[in-house]
């Protein structure tokens, strides 16, 4: 437990040092800058448009931690053969995955939280001056809506993590996870467009239908965690679906890091 903790304490405090999330940041508060200037362009739909311009800003902003600073902090320590020196200490390759994980988590929830604060100022501005376009809105949603993201992006550096477990360059591991991102936020739509009476589903072979039938249950399915239209139309989301896709996310990620100690495990060092 102590070997956990000293590597997810070294991985977070890594991933704070890392110029790039600066650079990320920055970007970010600039998004949330322009939601301020593009609401007030279009006043009928002021409410709908600074939420999900908001909520937008803190997931893309989330994805680029998990692409280029999460998957950095593992492939570094293989490019550097750091990997050696942590290894020859009193701790096992299954620490060093989970504590890898641990530490990329909270760089994720911390990151997710703070820029969620900047979101909320730039979402709480613009209901000042525009009170009458935010008659169904709802913090709990937004709150909601953030929390879930940050869920999804967890799950998805533990997607990373698998993949640098055992490929041989961190370019590798980049395309993989962006792959696996597209999928988990499309599959669930083309599952119902394949399921359902369409032209296209007609169309289509049984073979294809029954690999995105296959793909849907191996794959996340990230689009469970995209609840930024509920928040921006100020709808409720039912405690049984909040409970389903928590269990969701916890027991998937659970599940591939079990996978990433496994392979790293039996990876062969050059």
């Known amino acids: 437990m102590k070997g956990i ?80 020196m942590v290894l020859s200490r009193p701790i096992s390759r299954q620490d060093y995955i989970v504590g890898k994980f641990s530490g990329i988590a909270a760089l994720i929830v911390a990151s997710v939280a703070v820029l969620g604060l900047f979101a909320a100022l730039s979402i709480f501005i613009t209901q000042s001056n525009f009170p009458e376009y935010f008659a169904r809105f709802s913090w709990g949603s937004v709150v909601l809506a953030m929390v879930f993201s940050a869920l999804s992006l967890v799950l ?69 965690f995209d609840l930024k239209l509920q928040a921006a139309h100020g709808l409720a989301t039912p405690v049984s679906y909040v409970a389903w896709v928590a269990l969701y996310g916890v027991g998937y990620s659970s599940f591939i890091v079990c996978l990433a100690r496994l392979a790293f495990s039996r990876r062969e060092f050059p």
Do not use: C
């Open 5 to 84: 903790w000293a590597v997810g304490v070294v991985t977070f405090l890594e991933g704070i040092r890392n110029r790039s999330l600066y650079g990320i940041t920055i970007i970010a508060l600039l998004l949330l800058v322009s939601n301020l200037i593009m609401s007030g362009l279009v006043p009928q739909s002021v409410g709908k448009l600074a939420v999900d311009i908001a909520l937008s800003t803190v997931s893309f902003t989330g994805l680029l931690i998990v692409l280029f600073i999460g998957i950095n902090l593992v492939a570094k320590d293989l490019d550097r053969k750091t990997i050696y």
């Open 156 to 224: 998805l550096s533990a997607v990373s993590l698998l993949f640098a477990s055992f490929a041989s360059n961190s370019f590798i591991t980049l395309v993989m996870t962006v792959i696996v991102y597209i999928i988990g936020h499309s599959l669930s739509d083309v599952k119902s467009l394949l399921s359902g009476g369409s032209q296209i589903a007609s169309e289509s072979s049984g073979v294809v239908v029954k690999l995105v039938e296959v793909a849907y249950y191996v794959f996340p399915n990230l689009s469970l």
